[in-house]
């Protein structure tokens, strides 16, 4: 096992040190906000930090007694993104007059007590093993509740929300992480039967027709959800959360080419039969064509007063509140990274960015360090997701790829993606304190733990008598 | 599957890189062109969304923005429209600003870099960046007048304190209503444009300093007159040759027919000035030639660059002049052209011991707190001769307005110094009517200039000479 044994410490005192900070970023952006508009301390601003720094403390104080090993930088990055997203929310409701903070806070709040919630009741990340079929049956359930007639609403020509009691919301954001749990489980079941079989062509070795299964299953979810729910964002998430899983699964360059290679074909065959695809590749890629910019619905208008606003942010910014992030349509949402480049430059951008790299880095790390194959393939599934998702939104407003209506996670304003990515990061620091706990040396402790863990043992070991990587790693404690 | 998750975690990095990448092109090289294109309104917004300050009159303010409900944030507006429209021009969208608004851009907006400490200082105390104000020289009541004088006819006045270069009313006709052009709907603002530029006399002209500029005619003789005394060849008792008029071959230089010139064939400057007599003075320019009377025009501003800070066109006397030319443009005809200012600047002279002070238009530029942060000091533009001279000049056009032709301008009591002016237009009957002169002569407190363009000889001495007068009493009942 090339586990690099990380310090043992809980290090739940730089987490609090940490998280401090974050809330005075967060914070303090919110309240630079004010002054500029003149209403430094009023009640929304005390209610606000106040919401925000007692919620986050509480998943502090749970993580010291349910997960005390758990990463401690994780927590605080997230802490600091949701809270200057919320500051940049705030600030753009300023100047377009809507009150989109109050709700992207009672959805903070919600979404962080989901994360709550899943510490104090998943308690360890592999018992979720056992839901393996039946998130399948959820993921399927989610991706098709928006297209169930009277429940469905399309909204900007996607057809992806529901209406539940005057609420919208996204339910694909959450199969995100029921289709990772999915994977996970299916790959860390089945991978030895899926590596050992299939031919050898050249340097590299395919998979059976049988096992590709999973594959194909990916791939049709990805399509369906491009094809029904005109969604191509989502689409391109689910198919590389897909392929990152099945490719440290097998460790098989030949699943990415085959992943790839359906992509290119599912792509090309989509840009010729749905126009909401090709309208946005030819946004893209025509973006400064007068026809293109004045073109409505699907013109180049919104990515190019993007691209504007994040020229004249320049290396610092205009400052919180000096720009005119309003500009840009969706600012708050699809575009938040723009109104972001715009009012903090890119300097600013830039630690933005970082701090995504930190947080990815640091779900990877989790997914290195957890003994169990399970846990490896869903941290390493979410981890790559945010990147993905991060790279997606990012690479379309600075028009790198085409612009997808996807959100900025932790940022944007928009309740679904908050819920579920605050859930993923309740999952990624179980998973991270699986892997810094200390492997115990004495009896374990006599806690529902160590049901926890054996029971995918005995179904590991029952399954496959090859010895995977995982199988012995879960076998070791 | 370590070795994979790394890779995989190498795949996720190398997008940030990606992304890292973009948006550091876009941020910062691609940032300039983004900027500069035609369908980036973020700079107009900037701009135009500001709170810009204002451009006052004797604490009046005359141009000011006015919070607005659309996504611009603030309207300029000016108030009242036509009176200052030549000064303070218009902040247009679609036309970009004129006069004050664009040459006093940087303060009004805030952002000259003389101002950084003052700016660098409001950061600080976090205080919001505003624009600065601009307070004019111009006086509100003389302003008026001066609008009233001209009419509805076209033409320009410039009331100049000849001690400091103040310029105390600057009015050209015909006007227009700047709001107009300033308004956010840029479709009406262009329908408003082309109405406006439809005129047969383009409104947006300030004809003070600027347009296709005037033929001064006789008021020219001042700048002979000056010359002569400046030379060897003339003293203040020479005396002139004053023929009916002289003769080029084919062509003859008149003196005005109906004028009091016909009377003697000789004549003193005194005599030559009060009747405007223009063979005498023809004859001066030939004596001399053109370079020196070209020489003497540019001491006094012509040819010369200027800005009040609004921008003068300089007026122009032809190089290498000689025969008819030169004896025509000698009375201010043919080729020479000139602005009201420039007239003004050379009463100025006259008025002020020999010495033109540089015309200014701004008094002091004020913070947004009120603090006066600059305020032009006073400067000498030239000095085209000497106190002597100076006023031998002014003894002789107060006679032109006690005895000769400017009786119209006289005021009772006051010693007026003055002279007038006709340039025969191309069209028949049509002339450019001309005053310029100072009181009381003895201490001038303003100069003053008008023309009117496209007048027959009475309606222009109507118009020129009462007008003149109005303005002075006005100046001196203060």
């Known amino acids: 096992m090339s586990q690099m044994m990380t310090a043992t410490k809980p290090r739940r005192n730089i987490e609090l040190l940490l998280l401090l900070l974050a809330l005075v970023t967060g914070i303090g952006a919110n309240m630079l906000v004010g002054l500029e508009a003149d209403q430094p301390f009023n009640d929304d601003f005390f209610i606000q930090a106040g919401t925000l720094t007692g919620i986050v403390l509480a998943v502090h104080i749970v993580l010291r007694f349910r997960a005390k090993y758990a990463d401690p930088v994780i927590l605080p990055i997230v802490t600091a993104l949701n809270g200057i997203g919320l500051a940049m929310i705030h600030r753009i409701d300023l100047a377009t007059g809507q009150s989109a903070a109050a709700s992207q806070l009672l959805w903070s709040a919600v979404a962080i007590i989901a994360a709550i919630a899943v510490l104090l009741v998943i308690k360890d990340h592999r018992i979720l093993r056992r839901f393996t079929y039946i998130s399948l049956a959820v993921s399927a359930l989610l991706l098709v509740l928006p297209l169930v007639p009277g429940l469905g609403t399309q909204i900007n020509g996607a057809q992806i929300w529901i209406m539940v009691a005057g609420y919208s919301f ?14 996970a489980g299916y790959l860390s079941t089945n991978r030895d039967l899926i590596l050992l079989a299939g031919k050898k062509v050249g340097p590299l070795q395919f998979p059976r027709v049988a096992d590709l299964g999973p594959m194909l299953a990916a791939w049709l979810v990805s399509i369906g959800v491009l094809v029904f729910q005109r969604d191509l964002g989502s689409s391109v ?13 097998t460790s098989r360059v030949s699943w990415v080419l085959i992943g790839l290679g359906l992509t290119a074909v599912g792509g090309f065959v989509a840009m010729q039969l749905f126009s909401h695809v090709a309208l946005r590749i030819d946004s893209w890629i025509n973006a400064f064509d007068p026809e293109v910019y004045n073109r409505a619905p699907g013109g180049s208008g919104q990515i190019v007063q993007g691209l504007f606003g994040l020229a004249s942010g320049g290396l610092t910014g205009t400052g919180l509140g000096q720009g005119r992030p309003d500009l840009v349509s969706y600012a708050n949402s699809d575009m938040i990274i723009a109104a972001f480049g715009e009012e903090l430059g890119l300097i600013g951008l830039s630690a933005i960015i970082m701090l995504y790299v930190l947080l990815v880095t640091r779900g990877f790390r989790a997914a290195l360090g957890t003994r169990d194959g399970f846990g490896k393939l869903l941290a390493t599934g979410l981890s790559f997701v945010i990147g993905l998702q991060c790279f997606v939104v990012i690479g379309g407003v600075t028009r790198l790829i085409p612009l997808t209506g996807l959100t900025t996670p932790f940022m944007s304003a928009g309740g679904s993606s908050l819920l579920a990515n605050w859930i993923i990061i309740a999952l990624l620091l179980l998973i991270s304190d699986a892997s810094r706990r200390p492997v115990a040396r004495g009896p374990l402790p006599d806690d529902d733990l160590t049901a926890a ?16 990587a995982a199988t012995e790693a879960v076998k070791k404690q | 599957m370590n070795q994979a998750i790394r890779n995989t975690w190498v795949i996720a990095i190398a997008m940030f890189a990606l992304v890292l990448g973009a948006v550091t092109y876009v941020q910062f090289f691609a940032a300039d062109e983004l900027k500069a294109n035609a369908w980036n309104n973020r700079q107009l917004y900037k701009q135009f969304g500001s709170d810009r300050g204002s451009i006052l009159v004797d604490g009046k303010q005359i141009a000011f923005s006015e919070p607005s409900n659309d996504q611009f944030n603030y309207q300029r507006v000016y108030d009242p429209g036509g009176l200052y ?7 247009s969208l679609v036309y970009g600003a004129t006069a004050l608004e664009d040459v006093m851009g940087e303060e009004l907006s805030g952002e000259a870099s003389e101002l950084f400490i003052d700016r660098a200082m409001a950061m600080l105390s976090g205080n919001q960046p505003r624009g600065y104000s601009v307070g004019l020289t111009i006086d509100p009541e003389l302003q008026k007048i001066a609008h009233d004088v001209l009419g509805n006819h076209s033409g320009a006045v410039v009331v100049m304190d000849p001690e400091n270069g103040d310029i105390l009313a600057m009015a050209s006709t015909p006007t227009y209503d700047p709001n107009k052009l300033a308004g956010h709907n840029t479709s009406e603002v262009v329908e408003n444009y082309e109405q406006i530029t439809s005129a047969s006399k383009n409104p947006l002209y300030n004809r003070a300093i600027e ?29 002139l040759q004053n023929p009916q008029q002289i003769d080029f071959g084919g062509y003859s230089l008149p003196n005005y027919a109906q004028g009091g010139c016909a009377a003697q064939s000789e004549a003193s400057f005194a005599f030559a000035l009060q009747q405007s007599c223009n063979t005498p003075f023809a004859n001066i320019a030939l004596e001399l030639g053109g370079e020196r009377i070209q020489a003497e025009a540019q001491e006094f501003g012509f040819g010369q660059k200027l800005s009040i800070p609004l921008r003068v066109t300089p007026s122009v006397f032809p190089d290498d002049l000689e025969g008819a030319a030169l004896a025509q443009s000698a009375i201010g005809q ?9 007239i003004a600047m050379m009463s100025a002279a006259i008025a002020n011991d020999g010495t033109i002070m540089k015309p200014q238009l701004v008094d002091t530029v004020r913070s947004p707190d009120l603090e006066p942060v600059s305020s032009p000091e006073p400067q000498t533009f030239s000095t085209p001769t000497s106190p002597e001279i100076a006023n031998q000049v002014t003894e002789w056009m107060v006679g032109v307005v006690d005895e000769g032709i400017g009786s119209s301008a006289a005021i009772p009591g006051v010693e007026v110094a003055g002279k007038t002016g006709t340039a025969e237009l191309a069209v028949p009957g049509q002339n450019n009517s001309w005053f310029t002169g100072f009181a009381p002569a003895d201490d001038p407190q303003a100069v003053v200039s008008i023309v009117v363009s496209d007048v027959d000889v009475q309606t222009g001495g109507q118009i020129v000479g009462p007008g003149a007068k109005r303005l002075l009493e006005a100046v001196l009942n203060q």
């Open chain 1, 170 to 183: 996204q339910p694909g954001e959450v199969a995100k992480i029921t289709l990772a749990i999915f994977f």
């Open chain 1, 237 to 249: 998430l689910y198919f590389g959360l897909f392929m990152a899983m099945i490719y440290v699964a």
């Open chain 1, 453 to 468: 863990t054996q029971h995918p043992v005995a179904e590991t070991s029952k399954q496959n008598s090859t010895n995977g």
């Open chain 2, 85 to 91: 429209a030549h000064l303070t021009g218009y902040f």
């Open chain 2, 211 to 239: 347009g296709d500029l005037y033929a001064p005619g006789s008021v020219f003789k001042i700048i002979d007159t000056v010359a002569a005394l400046e030379s060897d060849e003339y003293s203040p008792d020479s005396t």
């Open chain 2, 334 to 342: 043919r080729d020479v052209r000139t602005t009201p200012l420039q």
